[in-house]
Every structure is written in structure tokens, then in C-alpha cells.
């Protein structure tokens, strides 16, 4: 199991968590949180900046820079209406996680019910089911293409797409944290520190879809008369290795990784070594 570190974004400290381990050698290229934009920029900005350092700022785009920052799960978020408004991050390399495994966490209050694709995208590198072999990845919050609103993660490789949904719905005007996991031939879904939905079926070797996509919080089309949420998000985290829940069934308290991100909002897990067993 890696070693990390527990860290508070805004405090000049971090808590170091002591691993046991065993074997040696940690591998090239460790696993590390590759964007996190925590929604802290405030009154005036209308930048999203990525507090890694990684570079991955987001743009608000069709945002009032004066009133979209609002209280949120773990001290600002950004207000979505709905209608148009949406945060875009430009493509790049280390958003596209091919055949490796990668995490996406974020909280969403939702304010209106998914009906058709309306309130329905949370974090997306997509852009129309009805075009396969066009879009990479995508952490909904909504069932999508149906009423309701339980959260849905889903990759596409070639035109084939693979999905892990939730057994329930969120409810609406309340925070939950929404995590999607691909681990190896494993999709899953995380709902407030609960696993709520695995999928086990992916190929050998699955190699995700690389077309060029940005990444869009709160849309996954702009420009398009439908596609948004009505709701706030707060705190985008994505992790180029999978989180740990604890090996549990559907159903069941997460546990390791995603047991400790919800039950602390605001925090991040930091891989220092990679490459051990435990």
C-alpha cells in the first residue's frame, strides 16, 4: 500500500501518515494528485486555479465573477445556474489516463432533478453519446438519458462505453461527494463514502478513448440548449492512480481513501512512494 500525505491546501503543514512497508524499489513516475481546483479564488475571479501546481486552471465561463462564488461544503464553491454557465480546463496529456488507472472526486449540491441529460454532468471529457468514438471520460450526477439522479461513472474506448452506476439516488439540496475509480478492469462509484456501484467487466487492457477533449465541470456540451446542472460544486480533485475503499461489496462504507476524503472536506490525498506491499 503507498505511503502518503494528508494535505491541508490553505495551511503551510502537512500531516504525514507512517506506512509500514515492504519490499523495495518504488516505481518511475509516482502516482500523485495530477488537478485540484478547491473553488477558493473568490469574489472577482474568474479563474479556477489548480492549487498542484500542475497547471490545470479553469476558466468560468458565462459566470458572474461577482456573485458565483458562494459558501460551500468546505469554504467557497462556485453557483452553476443551470442555464449556461460551466468551468472549462484545456486538454492535456495528463488528463488522458489511457490504459491507467485514475480517480475524480468532487461534491455537488443539486438544485434541480436530472430529466433527460438536463442537471445531469459533473466532471466531463465528453461531448455527445449520440457520436461514439468522441468523447474520453465522465463522472456524472445524474442517471443520464432518464429521470433521475443517481450518479453514473463512465469511460469510452473505440465506440464502447463502460459505466458504473449508482443503486441510488442523490437527494436534492444537500452535499454529496460523487467519486468515480477505474482500477484496472474496474469502474466504480463512491457516494458519500459509500461504495454505490461497481462495474467488473472491462476488457484486459482497456485503453480510453484520447480525442482531444477539455475537461468541463457542469456540462458536457457547451453551447447547446441542454447539458447543464443547476446546483454548486466544490472541491475537484483527480488522482492518476486509483483511491482505495476498503475491497467492500456495493452498499458498504467505502473505507481507506474515499472513507477519509469524505469524511474530511477540503483535504487531499498525496502519494510520496508507490511500488511497495503491505
Known amino acids: 500500500m503507498p505511503g502518503k500525505s494528508v494535505q491541508l491546501p490553505y495551511v503551510a503543514f502537512s500531516l504525514v501518515v507512517c506506512m509500514a512497508l515492504v519490499g523495495s524499489g518504488a516505481t518511475a513516475g509516482v502516482p500523485t494528485l495530477v488537478l485540484h481546483l478547491p473553488f477558493e479564488d473568490g469574489m472577482g475571479s474568474a479563474t479556477a486555479a489548480d492549487v498542484t501546481g500542475n497547471g490545470h486552471d479553469g476558466t468560468l465561463v458565462n459566470m458572474d465573477v461577482n456573485m458565483d462564488w458562494v459558501g460551500g461544503r468546505a469554504g467557497l464553491a462556485l453557483d452553476f445556474d443551470g442555464s449556461n454557465d460551466y468551468v472549462s480546463v484545456p486538454d492535456d496529456a495528463a488528463l488522458d489516463f489511457g490504459t491507467g488507472d485514475f480517480s475524480v472526486v468532487i461534491w455537488v449540491y443539486k438544485r434541480s432533478a436530472t430529466v433527460g441529460f438536463d442537471n445531469n454532468y459533473g466532471v466531463s471529457k465528453w461531448v455527445s453519446g449520440a457520436i461514439n468514438g468522441s468523447n474520453e471520460w465522465c463522472l456524472l450526477v445524474g442517471s443520464g438519458g432518464a429521470t433521475g439522479d443517481s450518479a453514473n461513472f463512465v469511460v469510452e474506448t473505440g465506440n464502447d462505453r463502460y459505466g458504473a452506476t449508482s443503486s441510488q439516488d442523490m437527494t436534492l439540496t444537500a452535499w454529496h461527494q460523487s467519486v468515480g475509480v477505474r482500477r484496472a478492469e474496474t469502474l466504480s462509484s463512491d457516494v458519500d463514502g459509500v461504495l454505490a ?50 475491497g467492500v461489496t456495493v452498499g458498504d462504507v467505502a473505507g481507506g481513501d474515499i472513507a477519509f476524503l469524505y469524511q474530511n472536506p477540503g483535504l487531499t490525498m498525496i502519494v510520496l512512494s508507490d511500488g511497495f506491499e503491505s
Open 197 to 246: 456501484g461497481r462495474n467488473s467487466s472491462l476488457p484486459p487492457n482497456l485503453l480510453i478513448n484520447n480525442v482531444g477533449r477539455h475537461l468541463r465541470v457542469a456540462v458536457n456540451q457547451p453551447g447547446h440548449s441542454m447539458f447543464y446542472t443547476d446546483g454548486l460544486f466544490d472541491d475537484l480533485q483527480i488522482y492518476d492512480f486509483a483511491l482505495e475503499d476498503g
